[in-house]
């Protein structure tokens, strides 16, 4: 198991949070997922035990001895145990709150700590001290007599507690002889009894995300696996809008820092292309509402797109890259960026935040992405192939329509005119462009699947102009992105280079894994790619240097393709060493070190959790096997 990044996430659509394995609150922005580091301990470049720590919320034990940690079954309710070396224990339940109430889910930013002595009589003392800012300064306080309210720059956060108030405001070392429950929420007062309330709501909140579990169609084999991970995707989604991020951190490195180019990005934004796999792999699973919602925040971007209310439209590589010049204004209509904010935000300026030291230390902290200036030609095809479901799936409250084909014909019409054109490619080079083949394999996904849409609808003169549209694009790519010279597919139109997404041809349905050129394709990325069990993205040099870890998405896409060439035994072997790399919460981050002893990258990655689904899925053995 890897040592480093071990959180536990908690959270419930609106509020997140990442606790430690001391059971201390080190991450949670507020008032969105993308919003001010209200615990801001994980970036802060200091041990959060340290006396000097800032933007924590812990409970420490005095003379604390040891700490077991582990979620309520089937929730991300988390459950820590603290004893002393007396032998003395208490636990502390951490959650926000979710559940349905008069006809709607209630989802406050919000965050419920409950502490109940569990034997003997524990001394503790709690520490409650955001921060403000990004890390600027600690965040003002105001006391009443049963609460202490939090000014925040972006909200203020109020918290109403049956624990002693002056306690907790000096910090006091005090003896637990009954149960606390702390509501950390919306500065609003508090109009019943908070330990019977907070009773209640986990009550409430347990029920419901059983009762979504149950929902699930789960493989036999490793389910705790696909469960975990299926509620942890959940708690990526923004659910007042429909989008979903493509983790809950920003500028965890995705490698140690040790020649001052820090790959530290910030991923608490909705890249359509990371959305498109989590809802593809939901849907294997069943959880149509994630599905649901999500469309309607596609729904609204292609408004978005159609009426040209965008950013400015920029190059390949961004604003001042090689495409930095911004395109003209007609050609905004139906364009689409790669990533927006969870609020529909077009414009996600990004700066460095200079009062957090970064992870370990490792800085720059990244606060917004460059990557809304890019131009990647894939993400057409990604909201295509999100949205065609819902002309064939019978059971989504809300089908789709023909005036919903319609909205989606400018974003094909995009894609084809795009699908030889350079773009900055999934991977967001910012130095370099080129037509990369996995972005025109994409291009023609979109293309193929609106003539699939157009034959469920009846449209037949549709359905022919899309079907040759796709044809074309198919032609084009099997033309200038295979090499005839090295027998392969390459990553770009007459290059040479090999790129991991390489292997989605598979999945998209371009090719078949027993096309000849698709297995010589599929031996190359393999040989030059693979360093032990993990893959890298690529290999060449980037903006940044070369590699210096392996991609744990491209590693689940490698198993996929063994499994479906014939080598199950093999995708069966190296999906057990990755799930040897989870965290104690079950899940991975983006990145991992050649020797697998290290996580890197924000977490919880999306991507990854995707993998571990995808790849359970594929691999288990049939329910008939049992029965």
Not at 195 to 224: F, G
Request: net charge negative; with cysteine; proline share 5%.
């Amino acid at each position: 198991m890897a040592q480093n990044l071990d959180l536990f996430p908690i959270g419930n659509c609106t509020a997140s949070a990442l606790i430690d394995r001391a059971g201390r609150f080190v991450w949670a922005c507020v008032p969105r997922v993308d919003g001010d580091p209200f615990f801001s301990a994980l970036l802060g470049g200091r041990d959060p035990n340290a006396e000097n720590a800032r933007g924590v919320w812990d409970i420490q034990a005095e003379d604390q001895a040891e700490v077991r940690q582990g979620y309520l079954r089937n929730t991300p309710i988390l459950r820590t145990e603290v004893s002393d070396r007396s032998g003395a224990r208490f636990e502390i339940i951490d959650f926000c709150p979710r559940y349905r109430q008069m006809g709607r889910v209630y989802r406050p930013l919000a965050f419920i700590r409950l502490v109940r002595p569990l034997w003997g009589t524990p001394r503790i003392r709690i520490r409650l001290r955001p921060t403000g800012n990004y890390g600027e300064h600690d965040t003002p306080v105001t006391v009443g007599s049963n609460h202490m309210r939090f000014i925040g720059p972006e909200a203020t956060l109020r918290l109403t507690t049956d624990a002693p108030i002056s306690h907790i405001k000096e910090e006091r070392t005090f003896r637990l002889e009954e149960p606390i429950a702390m509501f950390l929420g919306p500065d609003e007062g508090f109009d019943s009894d908070v330990a019977t309330t907070t009773a209640r709501m986990l009550r409430e909140t347990t029920d419901y995300w059983r009762t979504w579990v149950r929902t699930l169609s789960v493989p036999l084999e490793w389910q705790d696996v696909v469960i975990r991970s299926a509620i942890t995707l959940k708690l990526c989604a923004y659910e007042e809008t429909g989008a979903i991020v493509a983790a809950l951190t920003t500028s965890i490195p995705e490698h140690a820092d040790d020649d001052g180019k820090a790959r530290n990005w910030d991923y608490r934004y909705c890249w359509l292309r990371d959305a498109y796999y989590v809802v593809q792999a939901l849907n294997r699973l069943g959880a149509a509402d994630m599905l649901e919602n999500y469309l309607v925040y596609l729904r609204n971007l292609v408004d978005q797109a159609r009426k040209g209310d965008q950013a400015p439209v920029y190059g390949a590589v961004g604003q001042g890259g090689l495409g930095s010049a911004v395109v003209s204004d007609t050609s905004k209509a139906s364009h689409v960026q790669p990533v927006y904010g969870v609020g529909l935000e077009p414009v996600l300026t990004e700066w460095i935040a200079p009062h957090l030291p970064g992870y370990r230390g490792m800085g720059p902290v990244r606060v917004g992405n460059q990557a809304h200036e890019h131009l990647q030609h894939d993400v057409y095809g990604q909201i295509i192939l999100s949205t065609v479901q819902a002309f064939f799936d019978e059971r989504l409250f809300r089908p789709a329509t023909v005036e919903d084909f319609q909205a989606l014909e400018p974003i094909g019409q995009r894609a084809f005119e795009l699908h030889d054109k350079p773009d900055a490619s999934l991977w967001e080079f910012r130095g370099r462009e080129a037509v990369h083949t996995y972005s025109s394999v994409m291009c023609w996904a979109a293309c193929d699947r609106l003539g699939n849409a157009a034959e469920k609808l009846g449209l037949a003169d549709r359905a022919a102009y899309w079907n040759g549209c796709a044809a074309k694009v198919r032609a084009t790519i099997e033309s200038r992105a295979w090499n005839a010279e090295l027998g392969r597919y390459a990553a770009t139109f007459g290059g040479d280079e090999l790129d991991a997404s390489l292997l989605q041809l598979i999945d998209v349905r371009f090719t078949s894994p027993d096309d000849p050129r698709m297995q010589a394709t599929m031996q190359a990325v393999e040989a030059g790619l693979r360093r032990g069990p993990f893959m890298l993205r690529y290999a060449i040099p980037d903006d940044f240097g070369e590699p210096k870890t392996a991609f744990n998405f491209c590693t689940f896409w490698l198993i996929e393709a063994l499994h479906l060439s014939g080598r199950s035994d093999e995708a069966r072997e190296l999906f057990e060493e990755m799930l040897g790399r989870r965290t104690a919460a079950g899940l991975l981050s983006e990145d991992i070190s050649f020797a697998g002893d290290e996580l890197w990258g924000n977490y919880p990655q999306t991507y990854s959790l995707v993998g571990l689904i995808n790849c359970a899925t594929l691999l288990s053995r049939p329910w008939t096997s049992v029965r």
